[in-house]
């Protein structure tokens, strides 16, 4: 099914593709003996015509089976009939209704344009080739219909060596001649609103519709006002470009316009399509599923009856509502009607994801369906190779891409998706220039997104900051990119311009995201003005009052200043906003400033008014013991944290710092029963669990601490150090088959233990396995090399491979790099042993009898190897008392009790 191409050249073209060229060469001869005629109003409008050459040139793709030559001609350009409604008088230059009706049907597809905005058929921009149509149509007219509707195609077309910002103002100007012309022509406002909302400018937007309401009262004109209001479910898109609507709370006096605003729809215009379509997608939000079918399908039965397009919108979102509802037969049905309406690539994604629910072969029929009628559209294989992208076939997904921009070489879309999918392959150069090569076509916010956040991501700092800087003359106030310029900037050193960048536009984002004032703040503080830097964190915490971010970088603000008063009141007023965990984090950053500064006298002196204050949060409590503690005052701390357990009520931190001070204090005997409690918490996190685990370790309680190890890592998957302790206590409680059952495990192979290959090692060595061992102890010398203990580890496995010179070189080694080490100097008095030089091992295993630094094992082995020097003297006795010791010790790991058997069996016992 991925084999779906376009054709590779002209003669693979079905009859009516045949035809549409030969019709488009007719068009362009007929336009260049036109072109002198057209209009100054037209002046500034691009009719492109053919491709230039370009550098980069596509891959043919091959034809595959997209095209059925036994599929039905289309006609060369069908022009749907004109609507239903009545349409604006005749242009006063000779454009008839019938002519700007059929200019509309190309715009709009087969609708009056207002149906635009509740049917979203300018979702996607439609062909150039029907915009350049569009325009020779109104070549001729100067009326206000015409003009409107030629300010929109200025706007919609991505004219060369013109920037978006340029297009806006040069189809504004055209939309201004038009409302002059005629106050009450309803597009001109409809549009010019449209063109300043997608560049951000969200309240010239909204003073716009107000303006033509006060001219000519139109349902759309007011659907379109609630919308740019944040009326909940109202899509505010109709172009498929959103608007930087402000992310706020209304105020009241916005809601009761709100609400004041839909009466007044409700009431004038009950049964206009509009108004049915608003109030479902308004129910939609609200209440779902069949509230907001039926209102959908009384918007179906309106009179008159809706426009094809308002019609087509209405079963693309029943589609959408069955489709949640999982009724997949319904949703399709619906899908077809629309599409049967009006065509629209998203739509045969929506009808072929809904089939491949059911059944994957479903969802590649209907691609291939619709590829044979519309394969010479080259939005409908972006949307095919988003589909395949989608599922994870990132380089069939590509090659849909490539079609695109070989059916149409200066189609922007396609060179960006295609930019985006090699990003995803690995293959960043390429992605990079594809993204370039787009954005120079076609000026796409997406694009420059993706292409400046790369650049960031990739260290390339400068080219990121003239990228944005291209994308916001194109896309002036949008918030993503004003924000990730000044990012850009700052990483260059730029903190000013930065500041000056995003204050300038503060006042026109309203409530933007926290993020914003973050920056600006940082900014400010960069270039040493702490004063404004505030006023931009109290400022954004008008907006977001709960934002965490905000509420710290503001505290740490005035701590830095000593101004103890406003902290107070600021902290205090971030209490009802934030969660109990934001709260504390929030208190906790405060005390580990003032410990970092060593400034304890400001932070104890915060810390006691903040219990004055809130004598019932725990907070300050802990956060008061912390720096008691830092400065070494271990009893004070723990007063503080029992008056804040009487005081506040039972915590979890307080009890962790408890049974911590306690330990400090008295030592792990007294601390035990209250870290033995912490687990048992409800709030109990991987901290209280290691430090329980500490405190076994100290008392020796192995068995116990693997117990609780293994708890801590059901409740914490993953965490190292609860993963260390069970690693440890395995091993030191002699259950070494778990120890390398644990640690060859695959499931926790992502766990960091340094460790891992020492412990495997001494675990195999223990079993029995020098050999393993061996390969183990090499790769952890690899990352340590002249570890001692690593050292006295590996020569262990080779005096049990019977390699005694080696074992005795490797143990002399140890010994110049840790003269004390007990293993060394036991395991280099078995090889001597070995290789007969008896008063020398006699003396390195008399250092370890006599070590206090000296293991259990470690002195189980040594008594064994003063066995083994008795024997070889011929002392009987000697040896039969230093095996006794040696078993007196119950130590029983494999390797050890098979080299006891032996010297036992040696000495006749």
């Known amino acids: 099914m991925h084999s779906l191409r376009p054709p590779a050249c002209a003669s693979h073209l079905r009859p009516a593709a045949l035809s549409r060229a030969i019709c488009a060469g007719l068009l362009l001869l007929l336009m260049l003996l036109l072109g002198l005629c057209a209009s100054a109003a037209w002046a500034d409008v691009e009719i492109p015509g053919l491709p230039e050459d370009s550098a980069e040139q596509p891959p043919e793709p091959d034809p595959g089976n997209a095209q059925d030559e036994s599929a039905p001609a289309e006609e060369a350009n069908p022009e749907p009939a004109p609507a239903s409604r009545p349409q604006a008088e005749a242009g006063s230059a000779g454009i008839g209704s019938d002519v700007l009706a059929q200019a509309r049907a190309l715009v709009f597809g087969n609708s009056d344009p207002r149906a635009a905005l509740s049917s979203h058929s300018l979702s996607e921009v439609p062909p150039r080739y029907k915009l350049a149509r569009a325009a020779e149509l109104l070549s001729g007219g100067s009326d ?59 309240e010239a937007a909204r003073a716009q519709l107000r303006s033509g309401l006060a001219q000519t009262e139109r349902p759309e004109l007011l659907v379109a006002l609630l919308a740019l209001l944040g009326s909940a479910g109202l899509e505010a898109q109709p172009l498929g470009l959103q608007p930087a609507l402000p992310a706020q709370q209304l105020s009241d006096e916005a809601a009761d316009e709100l609400q004041q605003l839909w009466q007044n729809l409700l009431e004038r215009w009950p049964q206009s399509t509009s108004t049915l379509i608003a109030d479902a997608q308004r129910v939609a939000a609200q209440s779902g599923g069949n509230a907001a079918r039926q209102a959908l399908e009384r918007a179906l039965a309106s009179e008159p009856p809706p426009l094809p397009a308002e019609e087509a919108y209405i079963y693309r979102r029943l589609g959408q509502l069955f489709d949640e509802a999982g009724q997949v037969k319904q949703a399709e049905d619906a899908y077809r009607q629309s599409l049967a309406l009006q065509y629209d690539p998203r739509l045969v994604r929506m009808l072929a994801d809904a089939g491949r629910r059911e059944d994957a072969q ?5 691609w291939q369906q619709y590829l044979r009628t519309y394969g010479d559209d080259p939005r409908i294989w972006v949307a095919y ?68 956040r790369l650049q960031l991501d990739g260290g390339q700092d400068i080219q990121a900051e003239q990228t944005l800087r291209q994308a916001l003359q194109d896309f002036p106030e949008q918030l993503q990119l004003l924000q990730l310029h000044a990012s850009a900037l700052a990483r260059l050193g730029r903190g000013g311009e930065a500041l000056e960048l995003l204050a300038g536009h503060l006042d026109s984002l309203g409530a933007a995201e926290p993020s914003l004032y973050l920056i600006l703040a940082q900014s400010a503080e960069a270039g040493g003005d702490a004063n404004l830097a505030l006023s931009f964190y109290e400022r954004g915490l008008q907006f977001h009052p709960a934002d965490y971010a905000l509420r710290r970088n503001h505290a740490l603000g005035l701590a830095r200043q000593g101004r103890g008063e406003a902290l107070l009141s600021a902290v205090l007023s971030a209490r009802p906003q934030l969660s109990q965990r934001d709260f504390a984090a929030l208190v906790d950053a405060l005390a580990l400033y003032w410990i970092e500064k060593a400034d304890f006298g400001a932070g104890t002196a915060f810390m006691n008014q903040l219990i004055t204050a809130l004598p019932a ?61 912490l687990p048992e918490h409800p709030q109990v996190d991987a901290n209280g669990y290691v430090l329980y685990l500490r405190l076994l370790e100290e008392r020796g309680d192995y068995l116990e601490q693997a117990d609780v190890a293994r708890r801590g890592l059901e409740l914490f998957p993953g965490h190292k150090d609860l993963f260390a302790f069970l690693a440890r206590s395995l091993y030191f409680s002699g259950d070494t088959p778990a120890v390398i059952s644990l640690l060859e495990d695959p499931a926790q192979a992502q766990i960091s233990y340094p460790a891992r290959e020492e412990m495997l090692g001494s675990a195999y060595l223990d079993e029995g396995s020098p050999v393993k061992a061996a390969a183990l102890l090499k790769t952890a010398l690899a990352a340590r090399p002249g570890n001692a203990s690593l050292l006295a580890l590996q020569a262990q496995a080779h005096y049990a491979l019977g390699q005694y010179p080696e074992a005795r070189s490797l143990c002399q080694e140890a010994l110049r790099s840790n003269p004390d080490s007990t293993a060394a100097q036991l395991w280099l008095g078995f090889a001597l042993e070995a290789l007969g030089e008896l008063e020398a091992a006699a003396s390195a295993l008399a250092f370890v009898s006599k070590s206090p630094l000296a293991s259990r094992e470690e002195l189980a082995w040594a008594a ?46």
């Open 617 to 677: 949060d725990p907070t300050a409590y802990s956060e008061l013991a912390l720096m008691q503690s830092a400065q070494g005052f271990f009893n004070e701390a723990l007063a503080s944290v029992q008056r804040g357990l009487n005081d506040a009520g039972d915590n979890y931190l307080g009890r962790y710092l408890e049974a911590y001070l306690v330990f400090r204090i008295n030592g792990p005997q007294d601390a035990l029963p209250l870290a033995r409690a």
């Open 385 to 452: 190779g988003r589909y395949l992208e989608d599922q994870g076939d990132l380089e069939h997904a590509l090659r849909q891409y490539e079609s695109s921009y070989y059916l149409a070489p200066e189609f922007g879309p396609g060179y960006s998706a295609a930019g985006a999918c090699l990003l995803k392959l690995g293959r960043q150069d390429e992605g990079q220039r594809l993204l370039s090569r787009s954005l120079s076509l076609e000026p796409q916010l997406d694009s420059y997104l993706l292409l400046a």
């Open 144 to 202: 206000a219909a015409a003009l409107s509707l030629q300010a929109l195609i200025n706007w919609l077309q991505p004219l060369k060596g013109r920037s978006a910002a340029e297009r806006d103002t040069v189809s504004l100007e055209q939309l201004t001649r038009a409302a002059a012309l005629s106050p009450a022509e309803a597009e001109a406002w409809l549009y010019s609103a449209w063109i300043l909302a997608a560049g951000g400018r969200v």
């Open 864 to 909: 064994l190897g003063h066995a083994r020097l008795a024997l070889d003297v011929g002392d009987s006795a000697e040896a039969a008392t230093r095996l006794g010791e040696a078993e007196a010790f119950e130590y029983y790991a494999p390797f050890f009790q098979a080299e006891l058997d032996r010297s036992r069996s040696s000495a006749g016992l």
């Open 362 to 366: 479903r969802g590649d029929m209907v």
